[in-house]
């Protein structure tokens, strides 16, 4: 969500008309989503990425994950802690099960010829 511009023609050269507001990415086209979120962020609520998760789910996103970590506050990860190991594992876990997918499609999608017939 960081590259969102909230709809600013100011912060969108090249693409002013585009729909930038995070509504526009819950779509049943959207990419894979893994939503974090501290609990006790001061900054944005939690109930709104809890609500951005929903809205990809209702839209038919085929895969997103949420997770809220208990006492994190915003930019959590920003130190080297065992929680922002652990979430960085977590993202690392996450982005190999859809790198696995997509690649398994592609082999499922390469089809062998058979040998010509003599």
Do not use: C, W
């Amino acid at each position: 969500m960081a590259a969102l511009s909230a709809n600013d023609p100011a912060l969108q050269p090249g693409f002013e008309s585009a729909d930038t507001a995070v509504q526009a990415a819950a779509h049943s086209e959207a990419p894979p989503f893994f939503v974090l979120h501290g609990e006790k962020d001061p900054m944005v609520p939690s109930a709104q990425s809890r609500a951005f998760s929903a809205a990809l789910r209702d839209a038919g996103a085929a895969t997103v994950s949420y997770a809220e970590l208990p006492n994190a506050h915003h930019a959590f990860d920003l130190a080297a802690t065992v929680r922002s190991r652990m979430v960085a594992e977590a993202v690392s876990d996450f982005l190999g099960v859809i790198y696995g997918r997509r690649m398994g499609a592609r082999k499922g999608s390469l089809a062998l010829s058979s040998p010509p017939a003599s």
